[in-house]
Every structure is written in structure tokens, then in C-alpha cells.
């Protein structure tokens, strides 16, 4: 029986990189975290997302994909959620792109499994900060694809106030691996404060400050009203839901991003860039 191939470079002998490479310069990096996801899902929903749907891009590309890094920031506080700082996630990504990128790596797919503003925000910074003070690294594609840039029905839910822990992961989870569901132990906060939830998901956090000085630092911790942080509707989940976000996501993100490979391609042989004017003048002043 033929074994069937594998796209993750964890999995290839050295001298298998190095004649993938001869032909194919592109590698997913997924990385996510431990972190609670309320009493029916586990803490590491995060990790599953980014290594299911890796594996699954990388099929439909014909690329590897680098192992899931499983540390960033969440923000959250509760038992088993590990928090990294926001730089030294984006440090440590940065330094993973620059050791692909030595080994002749060009095209870098950043697949989050964990949604966090902060880590996603900084990350990208702190990338284009790199690629602005590594010369080197002018020739590397970097795309930070979130599952749900490409999932209409994903950003859907997020109009109908499901976040965290709810409908979407909840049927992803149950579409990828339903063994580790406990659906008969979906607990939501008090109603007022899911509700509070449902409306500003950022709203877990407490943020307290000594005066009213925008240029003061604020102090942020988790409310401590929060006791499940679950973030809209985990009882509404199907596995077919989570398989319908899946094919959104492979249907409509793998043609944008082998055509932003084959642009990326086009532009080391000629030169040309697109140039980005400088929309927001006097950004210091709004610090």
C-alpha cells in the first residue's frame, strides 16, 4: 500500500528539504496556544485549529508546514491558558522566518489558531519592522492568513456576537475531532455578563488607571465577573457548520494566496513593488 505523502517538515530527512526546495519555496508557520475554552471544549482548541486547517492548506498547495509553534499571548487568566508576551511571541516568529528564509524558504503563510488582537497586531508589526531592518529578508512573501479572512460565514457569526469559545469553534471542533466536545457541559457566564461578552468581547478585561492622562500606561486584568468566558452561542454547533467554514476557507483562500505566490515570484524577476503611500501623517501624535 502507498504511503501517503506528508507536508510536514517535521516529518522530511534533511536532503528531502533540500530537493523540496529546488522546486517549491513556500511553508506554513500555524501557531496558537493553551487556553480556556470554556468546560465543554479543551485548552488546546486553539492548537487543533491551527493543525487542522494547516494540513489541509498545505494539501491543497502542495507545501509543508513548519510545527505548530504553541505559545503567544491571550490575555485570559484562567487555569491552563499560557500567556507569552506579545514581543516575544513576535521575536521568536521573526527568528523562525530568518532561519527558513537562510535555508532558501521565500514564501512564509502565517496560520493563526488563536484569534488574540494583541498578538495579531503586534505580530504583524514587529514582522514589518523586521523585513524593514533585514535587508536579506526583502525577497520573503509574509502573509498572516486568519481562518476567518476567508470564511463569509465565520465573519458572519461574528455579526451575530459569537466570538470565543461558541458556535464556530465549537462546530470546528466537532466537525475535526467531537471526541473531545462536551456538549452536555456548556456552561456560559451569568446572563448579564454574557451578554456583555456576546457585545464587546475585549470587555473580559478590567482596565484601571491612577488619572485620566491619555500618555499614562493603563493596568489591565480579567474581570473578575468572568468566571466561563464563553463569548456567544456553543449550543447552536454542528460538525457540518464546521466543515462548511473549512471549505470556504480551502475554496477561497488557496487560488488568493498561490496567486499572491506567483505575483511575489513575478516581482523578484522584475524588480517592480507596489508602493504604499503614507495614509496617516503625524502618527506620533497619536500615541
Request: with cysteine; net charge negative; aromatic share 8%.
Amino acid at each position: 500500500m502507498e504511503q501517503k505523502q506528508s507536508h510536514r517538515l517535521q516529518d522530511q530527512t534533511f536532503p528531502e528539504v533540500a530537493e523540496y526546495l529546488k522546486t517549491n519555496q513556500t511553508i506554513i508557520l500555524p501557531y496558537a496556544l493553551s487556553e480556556q475554552h470554556g468546560a465543554h471544549l479543551p485548552l488546546d482548541v486553539d492548537i487543533r485549529n491551527a493543525d487542522f486547517i494547516s494540513a489541509k492548506l498545505a494539501e491543497r498547495l502542495g507545501c509543508l508546514t513548519a510545527p505548530t509553534l504553541n505559545y503567544t499571548f491571550s490575555g485570559g487568566m484562567m487555569p491552563g491558558t499560557i500567556n507569552v508576551k506579545p514581543n516575544t511571541f513576535s521575536n521568536l516568529v521573526g527568528e523562525i522566518i530568518e532561519s527558513l528564509h537562510v535555508q532558501g524558504f521565500r514564501n512564509f503563510i502565517i496560520l493563526p489558531g488563536h484569534g488574540g488582537s494583541e498578538s495579531l497586531l503586534h505580530l504583524k508589526e514587529s514582522l514589518r519592522i523586521l523585513k524593514w531592518l533585514n535587508p536579506a529578508l526583502q525577497d520573503a512573501l509574509i502573509l498572516l492568513t486568519q481562518i476567518w479572512d476567508f470564511s463569509p460565514t465565520w465573519t458572519q457569526l461574528f455579526d451575530e456576537q459569537d466570538y470565543h469559545a461558541a458556535w464556530a469553534e465549537t462546530s470546528l471542533m466537532l466537525h475535526w475531532c467531537p471526541e473531545v466536545v462536551r456538549k452536555d457541559r456548556i456552561q456560559l457566564d451569568v446572563p448579564e455578563v454574557a451578554a456583555r461578552l456576546r457585545e464587546d468581547p475585549d470587555s473580559y478585561q478590567l482596565r484601571e488607571s491612577f488619572t485620566d492622562l491619555k500618555q499614562e500606561v493603563i493596568q489591565t486584568s480579567q474581570r473578575a465577573d468572568v468566571k466561563i468566558g464563553v463569548m456567544g452561542f456553543p449550543e447552536r454547533a454542528t460538525a457540518e457548520l464546521g466543515a462548511k467554514i473549512e471549505a470556504e476557507f480551502l475554496d477561497n483562500a488557496t487560488p488568493a494566496i498561490q496567486q499572491a505566490i506567483a505575483a511575489a515570484e513575478q516581482a523578484r524577476k522584475t524588480g517592480q513593488r507596489i508602493v504604499h503611500e503614507n495614509g496617516d501623517k503625524m502618527k506620533i501624535r497619536a500615541v
